[in-house]
């Protein structure tokens, strides 16, 4: 078993920057690929980003690309999202996901084992 939890979320206003953070415990996250989600209410969640075990591969949703930022620091089983230059269209609930599975499977949520609980992203025009 894996447990995520969010934090960093927030309201902010457009052109702005959030840092979300995401701390795992259990099994050796190391051995996680590791995935942030977005989901707003009537809609699928959908990939923001995505991380391998070691950080050396990395994916992004084409709407974030350039703005947005995935890390992980093993040391401290931690993924990060840096998200800059904020828009209205970036609102929604941010989901931290990790899973064991090969990497071409990262860009969608039903190939993702372990969930956090979600963490509020609000941005204002």
């Known amino acids: 078993q894996v447990q995520l939890v969010e934090s960093g979320g927030g309201l902010v206003q457009a052109g702005g920057s959030l840092r979300l953070s995401c701390a795992a415990s259990?099994?050796?996250?190391?051995?996680?690929?590791m995935g942030w989600f977005r989901q707003t209410p009537g809609k699928e969640r959908e990939i923001v980003a995505a991380?391998?075990?070691?950080?050396?591969?990395?994916r992004y949703a084409d709407s974030v690309r350039g703005r947005f930022t995935i890390s992980r620091d093993n040391a401290k089983s931690a993924v990060y999202l840096q998200m800059n230059s904020l828009k209205a269209d970036d609102t929604a609930v941010y989901y931290c996901?990790?899973?064991?599975?090969?990497?071409?499977?990262?860009?969608?949520?039903?190939?993702?084992?372990?969930w956090g609980q979600g963490t509020q992203v609000t941005v204002s025009s």
């Open positions: 996901a990790a899973d064991a599975g090969p990497w071409g499977a990262s860009a969608w949520s039903r190939n993702y084992d372990y």
């Open positions: 259990g099994r050796t996250f190391s051995s996680f690929r």
């Open positions: 991380i391998d075990w070691s950080g050396g591969r990395t």
